[in-house]
């Protein structure tokens, strides 16, 4: 004869587990401020604003240089976006401006931008 399997009950939560779950998420906020407090007062010492300015820098390149490749399009579509978008990555990750790994939280952000650029575009196409 086969052995017959036991059943296994299903723990419900109680409230040592709920309980438990409020305390990792209390601590978790917390080290969350604590992280938020540090990086604020790092980016206050010299070094932290140095290095704040060299991020504004970069930034400001990478913008310029999306500007003159969407400069290069006729009409401004998202696939024309993208595109542009793809190219100043592929600057950037070849120049090694910019840490491989961040490509693709950088591409991903612009590429979340995209309704707004549309929309800023729309505005001043008016405007002229």
């Not at 704040?52 to 240089?65: G, I, P, W, Y």
């Amino acid at each position: 004869m086969p052995a017959k399997k036991k059943a296994v009950a299903k723990k419900k939560p109680t409230a040592k587990n709920e309980s438990h779950g409020k305390g990792l998420l209390a601590a978790g906020l917390v080290a969350g401020a604590a992280l938020a407090v540090g990086t604020a007062y790092y980016l206050q010492t010299p070094k932290g604003k140095k290095m704040l300015q060299q991020a504004e820098k970069k930034a400001l390149a990478m913008q310029k240089k999306l500007v003159t490749e969407l400069g290069k399009q006729k009409k401004l579509t998202k696939k024309n976006y993208e595109e542009a978008v793809t190219k100043v990555m592929a600057y950037y990750a070849k120049t090694k401006d910019i840490a491989s790994t961040e490509v693709p939280q950088v591409r991903d952000y612009l590429m979340s931008k995209w309704k707004d650029i549309e929309k800023e575009y729309k505005t001043a196409g008016k405007g002229k």
